[in-house]
């Protein structure tokens, strides 16, 4: 019987799927990967985790997900995309990166039984789809997404050089952003979280 390890959980909770290249053209934008931008879209709200596991949803050819293991470094960071071609190049970048793995999984259908995240990243994805409200983004992936942070982990969540940080503990609390006060309560992302993670209690 295999060894109830980290990377034989993720290997049993998910595929390789060459076939997964929908709706990619949607959510590619070369211009805003490069490096420093966890830190930067996060602007010093970035908590202090150690020895965590992170998952980077939406990794593309890994870029952020080197950059979450650089700055949580004595942590594990398991990158997906539902690109296979983006992670076989998110897995070349990484050389032999012993804190990353790279999964081609689609966040609408992920789970990852047994297996629960200090910080789910989501950089330059869903924060598009739902502030341009595109009808793809749908409140059960976000319900998905959120169930794989353990309680007391975070959810972090970017776009457009901004971030939102959400802390998952009794309730959904708000952690860190680089909104202004006035631009959070009207922001159509932090609205679309709270109302759909708000309602959510933890005992
Ligand atoms: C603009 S790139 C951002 C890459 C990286 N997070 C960054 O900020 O540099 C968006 C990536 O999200 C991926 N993506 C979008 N929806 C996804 C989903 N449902 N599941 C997995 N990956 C997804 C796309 O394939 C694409 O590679």
């Known amino acids: 019987m295999a060894e109830n390890t980290l990377d034989n959980k993720l290997d049993a909770n998910t595929?390789?799927?060459?076939?997964?290249?929908?709706?990619?053209?949607?959510?590619?934008?070369?211009?805003?990967t490069e490096y420093g931008r966890v830190k930067k879209d996060f602007n010093g709200h970035l908590p202090k985790i150690t020895n965590g596991l992170f998952l980077d949803i939406g990794c593309s050819?890994?870029?952020?997900?080197?950059?979450?293991?650089?700055?949580?470094?004595?942590?594990?960071?398991?990158?997906?995309?539902?690109?296979?071609n983006r992670i076989k190049i998110a897995r070349s970048n990484a050389q032999n990166n012993?804190?990353?793995?790279?999964?081609?999984v689609d966040a609408n259908f992920a789970c990852f039984e047994d297996i629960s995240f200090d910080g789910v990243f989501c950089m330059n994805n869903?924060?598009?789809l739902i502030s341009k409200k595109r009808s793809?983004?749908?409140?059960?992936?976000?319900?998905?997404?959120?169930?794989?942070?353990?309680?007391?982990?975070?959810?972090?969540?970017s776009g457009s050089n901004n971030g939102i940080i959400f802390r998952k503990d009794t309730a959904l609390n708000l952690w860190g952003t680089t909104l202004s006060e006035d631009q959070l309560q009207n922001h159509q992302v932090y609205k679309f979280l709270t109302?759909?993670?708000?309602?959510?209690?933890?005992?």
């Open 98 to 104: 012993e804190q990353c793995k790279f999964l081609t």
């Open 126 to 128: 869903f924060w598009y």
């Open 61 to 84: 050819f890994g870029l952020t997900t080197l950059e979450i293991a650089d700055i949580y470094s004595a942590s594990r960071v398991i990158g997906i995309d539902r690109f296979y």
């Open 195 to 203: 109302e759909t993670l708000g309602k959510q209690q933890y005992s």
């Open 15 to 32: 595929s390789e799927n060459p076939l997964s290249i929908e709706h990619g053209r949607y959510y590619w934008n070369p211009s805003g």
């Open 136 to 157: 793809r983004i749908q409140k059960g992936t976000i319900e998905r997404i959120y169930s794989f942070i353990k309680r007391g982990g975070y959810l972090f969540f």
